[in-house]
């Protein structure tokens, strides 16, 4: 079973939990520093050679359309639950992007969600 690689950007520079949540499900996890951080979330998804991806912001979407339209991941964005994002991992999106929602639970269900889906 290969290690799934997970990508966090969070507008305010957080993502931290979210990311603690990944981890115990056994995926590795890039969480991108700084400010404006979903900005950059294609990018080093793209750097990273990353499974999927994580946007947070008011919205939910700028960090996961960019992804979108500037290295064509499949995205689905303005989620705000964390059965919304499970369903879009089984929907074959890659790039999610939720409003502000760093919490543990989150990261676990989407790489299980992840797991089940491709069998990684």
């Known amino acids: 079973m290969s290690q799934i690689t997970v ?3 969070d507008r305010l ?10 981890e115990a499900a056994g995926a590795r996890v ?14 080093v998804m793209k750097a990273e050679n990353a499974d ?11 960090g996961a359309i960019t992804a ?3 290295y064509g991941y499949k ?9 919304e994002g499970v369903a879009a991992i089984g929907e074959g999106y890659n790039v999610l992007g939720f409003g ?3 919490v543990e639970e989150l990261g676990k269900a989407l790489v299980e969600a992840y797991q ?3 069998g990684k």
């Open 52 to 62: 999927f991806g994580i946007s947070f912001c008011g919205s939910g979407g700028a």
């Open 100 to 102: 502000f929602m760093d």
């Open 7 to 9: 990508v966090i950007g």
């Open 13 to 22: 520079g957080k993502g931290q939990k979210v990311a603690a949540g990944a």
């Open 30 to 43: 890039v969480v991108i520093p700084g400010v404006a951080a979903d900005m950059k979330l294609g990018d």
């Open 75 to 83: 995205a689905k964005h303005s989620m705000r639950a964390i059965d």
């Open 116 to 118: 089940k889906k491709h």
């Open 68 to 70: 979108q339209t500037k």
